[in-house]
């Protein structure tokens, strides 16, 4: 399985952005999909996910600012920003459980400054 992030970049404090993440494999298959991110001297960390058995979880810093969706057709997985935040630079990854291994993409860089 291969997961491939894309959709970041720089952006402006109380702007949106969408990040996408497609993968190898059909994302309906998957036991678990969703997003995390890593800021520099920080551990990565939770942003949202999609759980067959859980649903939709969120990060705490991203709750009603961010919607984690999934389009089938397009075999896609999204990442909706909203009203961005400085702290919310970093680097955001696709990670997705599967038959219980773990998959994760390289990466898309968001950041946002002034």
């Known amino acids: 399985v291969q997961l491939v992030e894309s959709g970041g970049g720089l952006v402006q404090p109380g702007e949106s952005r969408r990040l996408s993440c497609g993968a190898s494999?059909?994302?309906?298959?998957?036991?678990?999909i969703g997003w995390y991110r890593q800021a520099p001297g920080k551990q990565r960390e939770l942003v949202a996910s999609?759980?067959?058995?859980?649903?939709?979880s969120y990060g705490d810093s991203v709750k009603g600012r961010f919607t984690i969706s999934r389009d089938d057709a397009k075999n896609l997985l999204y990442l909706q920003m909203n009203s961005l935040k400085p702290e919310d630079t970093g680097l955001y990854y696709c990670?997705?459980?599967?038959?219980?291994?773990?998959?994760w993409g390289p990466g898309t860089q968001v950041t946002v400054s002034s």
């Open positions: 999609l759980s067959r058995s859980v649903g939709i």
């Open positions: 494999g059909s994302i309906k298959s998957f036991n678990l």
């Open positions: 990670n997705a459980l599967l038959l219980g291994v773990e998959y």
